[in-house]
């Protein structure tokens, strides 16, 4: 029986239904609190590692996953790439997509503090770096792309996430694929070795496209993936290869 485990906590909302699928399917599965230590004993006896946290100790797991060749669905480097909004950008650029300017010398008019890193929160000395982003949204609306690579093809699914100013709450729709878009995303996971990923898009002034940020952990809320992310993880053991 191939073991699987989960970097997060066991009601994870994205996860724990997957895990479900999982173990339906004849898998152990096997959930790794990343607020407790994760030894390497514990990665050691795995067949898959899946990171479902951005915290210290899943980096730490995902490293060493990597350098004892334990598959993992999104290993080090990718994790790391898109967490940093500066890399996560530039890639993205590279592949075509129109990004906004970022700068790191500010205040300036037209650009906005933003937080360099995927996570919230402080950095260990109490501040975060000057990081500032072009302002380029002109509606509360983002675009967000969910991809998942199931190791046959790459499934995509767009959202609409509007942000209401007035009490802060993200009201998620379904949207149309934009096949351009899409083909940016799966090009961003080729790129990594990824197997999944979340993209926010917005559109200029000018009714195109800006691509703002990178998602490692996505949450896949609202995109009834369950079924597509087991897929892609069981493609990673030797039972679903």
């Known amino acids: 029986m191939d073991s699987i485990g989960f970097v997060c906590e066991p009601d994870h909302s994205a996860f724990w239904p997957v895990a479900e699928r999982l173990a339906a399917r004849g898998f152990e599965v096997e959930f790794l609190r990343p607020v407790d230590p994760i030894c390497r004993a514990d990665v050691d006896g795995l067949d898959a590692l899946v990171n479902g946290a951005l915290h210290p100790e899943s980096f730490g797991a995902l490293r060493y996953a990597d350098r004892r060749d334990v598959p993992t669905w999104n290993g080090f480097l990718a994790t790391t790439a898109f967490a940093s909004r500066v ?7 590279a592949l075509g997509c129109r990004v906004p300017d970022v700068r790191f010398d500010g205040p300036t008019a037209g650009f906005e503090m ?15 770096p000057s990081f500032y982003v072009e302002s380029v949204r002109t509606e509360p609306v983002d675009h967000r792309y969910y991809a998942v690579d199931d190791g046959r093809e790459t499934h995509v699914r767009a959202l609409e996430v509007r942000i209401s100013l007035s009490e802060g709450d993200a009201l998620v729709s379904r949207t149309d694929v934009d096949v351009a878009l899409a083909t940016r995303v799966r090009e961003l996971l080729e790129r990594f070795g990824a197997r999944a990923v979340a993209v926010d898009f917005t559109q200029g002034e000018d009714g195109e496209f800006y691509a703002l940020r990178t998602t490692p952990v996505p949450t896949f809320a609202g995109t009834d993936m369950d079924r597509r992310i087991a897929d892609s993880v069981a493609s990673l053991t030797t039972i679903g290869a």
């Open 87 to 93: 890399v996560a950008l530039d890639a993205l650029e």
């Open 114 to 128: 933003a937080n360099p890193f995927a996570w919230r929160g402080r950095s260990e000395r109490g501040h975060q």
